[in-house]
């Protein structure tokens, strides 16, 4: 009978496959269970609760503006700022806010956003019991192409900080090039006047919702897309669906690089769930795409983390780069006089070590290059470790080549270089590089590991 480790297995080799065909990392779109699940905090309604709660003026619990406005929460948003606006001016009112909302340019609902603000703030994972710590590791290990966000809160920046924040309409104005981002498409607790919370900032959102569908679309169709946080019937995943649709025929065809993490609590040895999800995403149109359902996520992110990690990748200078190339197609080449060497150019593209060179790469030939590339003697990388003599550093690499079989010091390669030094031909020094050091504090201190398959060795025929 099938059971849920088998479960497991397809889950695993299904997106393993899929990252596989699709040659990069993915994007995960997180939601409001994903801060529920791991600080505690509230969906929409619940916040609207609290905010009903919290104002004096709001006479009514949330259930009486839901009858009210037949369950628009977004016209209850709109209600609820009106009614912050006359709390703040009054008398009683106005200590709880500060002095900078008051000035005559600030909107209405900044009072009710800043009551907003203040209460996501103070979300953090730090209360999160062990087994969730493990999935956040996990989480941060699977280094996402992107993170899109319709939450406020800032509970992702602190798991993945080398990544930039963009937040609300900056979104429309970024390079679908770039790496290495977490796109707050509802706004940010940094910036409450971002925050989409009422009718009217919700009405300006879908007047310009498709200026992001088209900059979403441009990921989706070609990287694994996992929704955390999300229930299936969520009109966000519903939008989002509705425009991928339209890629596919026929409508009932199975999307097949996207999944939904969708959290089952009666799951057990035994349970074999439903591997795709039906949905009817608007207009007649149904779609279908893939579903995971688990108790404990650590698996799920540790499948989609196969690929390995953007640990060691500089982000910055990635979107710099990013940047730069798309300024020069935009701005420096239809307004400036550039000379190109195009018998140059041609060259280039054809030999990868001369491509390489036009973005300031070059190979490990190179001995200038080589050196800055990997700056750690084998008594530094020891001090790096923690150690004090370099001996210690070659039992951790001497594990490596046990686990593995890959001898980092057996060629010149991303962790280690064998230079020259000086004239005579047998004065070498070997050299490290930051890439050497993350690997093996990984060795040294247990945790899992992975040798990119480019340097592995090749294994012999017939195997």
Same mark, same amino acid.
Request: overall charge negative; hydrophobic content about 40%; some cysteine.
């Given at each position: 009978?099938?059971?849920?480790?088998?479960?497991?297995?397809?889950?695993?080799?299904?997106?393993?496959?899929?990252?596989?065909?699709?040659?990069?990392?993915?994007?995960?779109?997180?939601?409001?269970?994903?801060?529920?699940?791991?600080?505690?905090?509230?969906?929409?309604?619940?916040?609207?609760?609290?905010?009903?709660?919290?104002?004096?003026?709001?006479?009514?619990?949330?259930?009486?503006?839901?009858?009210?406005?037949?369950?628009?929460?977004?016209?209850?948003?709109?209600?609820?700022?009106?009614?912050?606006?006359?709390?703040?001016?009054?008398?009683?009112?106005?200590?709880?806010?500060?002095?900078?909302?008051?000035?005559?340019?600030?909107?209405?609902?900044?009072?009710?956003?800043?009551?907003?603000?203040?209460?996501?703030? +103070?979300?953090?994972?730090?209360?999160?019991?062990?087994?969730?710590?493990?999935?956040?590791?996990?989480?941060?290990?699977?280094?996402?192409?992107?993170?899109?966000?319709?939450?406020?809160?800032?509970?992702?920046?602190?798991?993945?900080?080398?990544?930039?924040?963009?937040?609300?309409?900056?979104?429309?104005?970024?390079?679908?090039?770039?790496?290495?981002?977490?796109?707050?498409?509802?706004? &940010?607790?940094?910036?409450?006047?971002?925050?989409?919370?009422?009718?009217?900032?919700?009405?300006?959102?879908?007047?310009?919702?498709?200026?992001?569908?088209?900059?979403?679309?441009?990921?989706?169709?070609?990287?694994?897309?996992?929704?955390?946080?999300?229930?299936?019937?969520?009109?966000?995943?519903?939008?989002?669906?509705?425009?991928?649709?339209?890629?596919?025929?026929?409508?009932?065809?199975?999307?097949?690089?996207?999944?939904?993490?969708?959290?089952?609590?009666?799951?057990?040895?035994?349970?074999?769930?439903?591997?795709?999800?039906?949905?009817?995403?608007?207009?007649?149109?149904?779609?279908?795409?893939?579903?995971? &359902?688990?108790?404990?996520?650590?698996?799920?992110?540790?499948?989609?983390?196969?690929?390995?990690?953007?640990?060691?990748?500089?982000?910055?200078?990635?979107?710099?780069?990013?940047?730069?190339?798309?300024?020069?197609?935009?701005?420096?080449?239809?307004?400036?006089?550039?000379?190109?060497?195009?018998?140059?150019?041609?060259?280039?593209?054809?030999?990868?070590?001369?491509?390489?060179?036009?973005?300031?790469?070059?190979?490990?030939?190179?001995?200038?290059?080589?050196?800055?590339?990997?700056?750690?003697?084998?008594?530094?990388?020891?001090?790096?470790?923690?150690?004090?003599?370099?001996?210690?550093?070659?039992?951790?690499?001497?594990?490596?080549?046990?686990?593995?079989?890959?001898?980092?010091?057996?060629?010149?390669?991303?962790?280690?270089?064998?230079?020259?030094?000086?004239?005579?031909?047998?004065?070498?020094?070997?050299?490290?590089?930051?890439?050497?050091? +993350?690997?093996?504090?990984?060795?040294?201190?247990?945790?899992?590991?992975?040798?990119?398959?480019?340097?592995?060795?090749?294994?012999?025929?017939?195997?």
């Amino acid at each position: 009978m099938p059971n849920y480790a088998q479960y497991q297995d397809e889950v695993r080799a299904d997106v393993a496959d899929v990252l596989k065909r699709q040659q990069c990392q993915p994007i995960i779109f997180v939601g409001s269970g994903f801060s529920k699940r791991y600080a505690q905090g509230p969906s929409w309604e619940a916040l609207l609760t609290e905010l009903a709660d919290t104002c004096p003026l709001i006479e009514h619990g949330l259930a009486y503006f839901k009858q009210k406005y037949d369950g628009d929460l977004t016209m209850i948003g709109s209600v609820f700022a009106q009614h912050y606006f006359e709390w703040a001016w009054s008398k009683e009112g106005k200590i709880h806010f500060p002095d900078k909302l008051f000035e005559a340019n600030v909107p209405k609902d900044a009072y009710l956003k800043h009551i907003a603000a203040q209460r996501l703030g +103070a979300l953090n994972t730090t209360a999160a019991d062990k087994a969730l710590q493990d999935e956040l590791v996990e989480l941060k290990r699977l280094g996402p192409h992107a993170v899109i966000t319709t939450n406020y809160d800032n509970l992702l920046e602190p798991l993945f900080p080398e990544y930039e924040v963009v937040v609300g309409q900056n979104v429309f104005r970024q390079s679908s090039l770039v790496v290495g981002e977490i796109f707050k498409i509802h706004g &940010s607790i940094s910036d409450p006047h971002s925050m989409v919370l009422t009718k009217e900032d919700y009405d300006v959102f879908n007047r310009d919702k498709k200026y992001l569908s088209a900059k979403l679309l441009t990921y989706f169709a070609e990287h694994p897309l996992l929704f955390i946080g999300y229930s299936a019937s969520d009109p966000n995943i519903k939008n989002v669906l509705y425009d991928m649709s339209r890629m596919f025929t026929p409508t009932t065809a199975l999307i097949p690089n996207i999944y939904i993490l969708q959290w089952d609590e009666d799951q057990n040895e035994a349970s074999y769930p439903a591997r795709e999800h039906v949905l009817e995403v608007g207009e007649g149109i149904t779609v279908r795409i893939k579903s995971i &359902s688990a108790s404990s996520y650590k698996w799920v992110y540790e499948a989609f983390g196969i690929g390995g990690t953007m640990e060691k990748v500089n982000l910055k200078a990635l979107r710099a780069l990013a940047h730069r190339m798309l300024n020069l197609i935009r701005t420096d080449i239809p307004t400036k006089n550039v000379q190109v060497n195009y018998e140059a150019l041609e060259h280039a593209i054809s030999n990868e070590e001369a491509f390489a060179k036009l973005f300031g790469v070059t190979s490990l030939n190179d001995p200038a290059a080589a050196n800055a590339a990997h700056p750690y003697t084998s008594e530094m990388l020891a001090t790096q470790l923690g150690y004090k003599h370099w001996t210690a550093t070659n039992r951790l690499i001497a594990r490596v080549k046990a686990d593995t079989g890959f001898d980092m010091k057996g060629s010149d390669n991303i962790y280690h270089v064998h230079i020259k030094i000086g004239q005579a031909a047998t004065s070498r020094t070997r050299k490290y590089s930051d890439a050497a050091v +993350a690997l093996l504090k990984k060795v040294r201190d247990g945790d899992a590991y992975e040798i990119p398959a480019y340097v592995l060795p090749a294994k012999p025929a017939g195997l």
